[in-house]
């Protein structure tokens, strides 16, 4: 058995009070890139307050097709960001994934790349899902390359769909099958 | 070519069929039909097939209203005959984007004695006329399981083109199928009416 299932090289995945998770949400969405990388409507400013009460319906609402992790370093513990499987289709053995960091001396450092790793091996190996799905947006070219690095391949354009900044941009859909990622997760062993 | 257009221009209604509101009354027993015809259900979306009651079929229209009333993203219609009123199916705009004028459309007649009379193509003509100049939208899109090749026809038909696959998305009978999207934008609306 594998003990260090949500343990990599630089950051483990952990379960945090909601509380906690909703003052980091609300603190970091205060940098609107932050927002507008990780969503499509408009982005604006949410309390903790009301953070927390959205989370905590989620989590109700979707009981058992959430599956949402806080990323913290090896090095400190410290909190640096999210990552969580996001509506789970048993019948299909799909699921969409988002990740996302907060703060900005905490991007390009590959806490998402090593957090999504984790839980591609989550995904697979745990809940024996057959792919995992997720979008991003043009304009996000370092979460781009973070995916295609795990394994993630484009599956697909919807043209123009944001509207930002006086141009439209699309969103990608990238995926990785079971088969792709179990390849590829023996590449990185011989490597 | 600008799309002609005024105010007397019928929004709704077409040669064989009109788009109109939910009829409460009526309605659920036909569509409790349509949720155990398997083959409908398989067709027109990726969750498990599950037959539903008048009763049932009824709360659902309500959640539906309550959804329209709150989200402000979403628009339902059903399909009737011109001829007679009667229900043929259905129609919906949702996940609309306002900001960024996206949106996602799904469509689906429900006796299959219904099908291939043209109905689907006439709503889906009067939907993309009103989502493209209604509501001012600038793309649309759907997702249509690889199995569907009368949807595929049919969107593709209207001028939607294939974007994404999702591959091995479903899992039907122990298969593997895509999902696929398909969209429309504005312009090749447009560029389609000239």
Avoid at chain 1, 88 to 97: D, K, Q
């Amino acid at each position: 058995m594998n003990n260090e299932l949500l343990t990599g090289d630089l950051v483990r995945l952990t379960a945090e009070d909601p509380q906690i998770v909703a003052e980091t949400f609300s603190r970091w969405g205060r940098d609107s890139e932050y927002w507008r990388l990780l969503a499509a409507d408009p982005a604006r400013l949410h309390s903790a307050r009301a953070t927390r009460e959205w989370l905590e319906k989620e989590m109700d609402n979707q009981r058992s097709s959430l599956y949402l992790f806080s990323i913290c370093t090896l090095e400190d513990d410290s909190l640096v960001g999210q990552i969580g499987l996001d509506g789970v289709v048993w019948s299909h053995g799909e699921s969409f994934v988002g990740v996302s960091l907060g703060e900005r001396q905490n991007w390009g450092k590959g806490y998402g790349t090593d957090a999504m790793r984790i839980l591609l091996h989550y995904a697979f190996s745990e809940l024996n899902l057959q792919r995992v799905s997720l979008t991003v947006f043009e304009y996000n070219s370092r979460a781009i390359r973070s995916y295609e690095k795990v394994g993630f391949k484009v599956e697909g354009r919807v043209r123009q769909f944001l509207n930002r900044d006086g141009r439209r941009w699309d969103m990608i859909f990238m995926g990785i099958l079971r088969e792709e990622w179990h390849n590829h997760a023996l590449k990185d062993v011989e490597q | 070519m600008p799309v002609m257009m005024n105010i007397q221009t019928p929004l709704f209604e077409g040669q064989l069929i009109c788009l109109a509101p939910i009829d409460h009354a009526k309605d659920p027993e036909f569509e409790s039909q349509w949720t155990h015809d398997a083959e409908f259900m398989r067709m027109l979306n990726t969750e498990p097939m599950r037959p539903l009651s008048p009763v049932q079929v009824k709360k659902k229209y309500e959640a539906i209203e309550k959804d329209i009333e709150e989200s402000k993203n979403l628009f339902y219609f059903t399909i009737r005959a011109r001829l007679d009123d009667r229900l043929l199916g259905f129609t919906r705009l949702y996940w609309i984007e306002w900001t960024n004028g996206a949106g996602m459309l799904q469509l689906g007649i429900g006796n299959p004695a219904d099908r291939g009379h043209g109905f689907g193509s006439e709503a889906l003509r009067l939907l993309l006329r009103y989502a493209f100049t209604e509501l001012k939208l600038h793309r649309l899109g759907a997702t249509i399981p690889e199995y569907n090749s009368v949807a595929r026809h049919l969107f593709a038909k209207a001028g939607f083109v294939e974007e994404v696959r999702r591959r091995q998305a479903i899992n039907r009978d122990g298969q593997r199928w895509d999902l696929i999207h398909v969209g429309i934008l504005r312009e090749e609306w447009l560029a389609r009416l000239a």
